[in-house]
């Protein structure tokens, strides 16, 4: 099974920072990542798919990159409306996912 | 617009069953994989299990937390796709997503609570 490592497990930043979460893969999965966006009582939401493409609709500010067994999701410029958990997804061996990240605001 | 939408959840006591329906409109259901993911109170997204297309043979896979017990199958006529939860325990107790994998996990349903208590 393909595990997913991702941290940091909560972070607090201002409005306007620019926020780094990482994922760490325990095998190489090419670039068969997702990133999601999860707000209280809701399902997630795509963000990222294949490591870096932006879904549709989804604000410019959102980024990813990596491949293989690392990857980084950025949110530049924290938007207040930013407030949620996120996970990273690989989606190369069945599914798994992170343990999520809380992103608050300071 | 994709959509999909569970039902079927509700309280069952524990050693009992139940039976998620997962309704897809929008997209091409039978060409779709349907995977089930469940999220207790408070914690992070598990997969459950998956169903695969008719070109892919409906190939099923579990997770070990719930293999032998749960059942995932599918009714493309009705462009449904239904999780069958037997022997149910305590920590089985979440709100139970179906996503469905095109070429990409993308869509979710909004989710549906299993709650197994006594």
């Known amino acids: 099974d393909i595990q997913m490592t991702q941290s940091p497990s909560s972070l607090s930043a201002s409005v306007g920072d620019r926020v780094t979460i990482t994922c760490q893969a325990s095998?190489?999965?090419?670039?068969?990542l997702n990133w999601y966006q999860q707000k209280p009582g809701k399902a997630p939401k795509l963000l990222i798919y294949?490591?870096?493409n932006l879904q549709a609709g989804v604000p410019s500010r959102f980024s990813g990159s990596g491949s293989g067994t690392h990857f980084t999701f950025t949110i530049n410029s924290l938007q207040p409306e930013d407030i949620a958990t996120y996970y990273c997804?690989?989606?190369?061996?069945?599914?798994?996912f992170g343990g999520g990240t809380r992103v608050e605001i300071k | 617009e994709v959509q999909l939408v569970e039902s079927g959840g509700g309280m069952v006591q524990p050693g009992g069953s139940l039976k998620l329906s997962c309704v897809g409109s929008g997209f091409s259901f039978s060409g779709s994989a349907i995977h089930w993911v469940r999220q207790a109170s408070g914690k992070g997204l598990e997969w459950v299990g998956r169903i695969r297309s008719r070109s892919n043979n409906y190939a099923t896979a579990y997770a070990a937390s719930v293999k032998g017990r749960f059942i995932v199958s599918r009714d493309d006529s009705k462009n449904t796709a239904y999780l069958q939860m037997n022997t149910l325990r305590s920590e089985d107790t979440a709100v139970y997503y179906c996503?469905?994998?095109?070429?990409?996990?993308?869509?979710w349903g909004q989710g549906t609570l299993v709650t197994v208590s006594s």
């Open positions: 294949d490591a870096t």
């Open positions: 095998q190489g999965i090419n670039n068969y």
């Open positions: 996503t469905r994998v095109a070429t990409i996990p993308d869509y």
């Open positions: 997804q690989q989606y190369a061996n069945f599914l798994t």
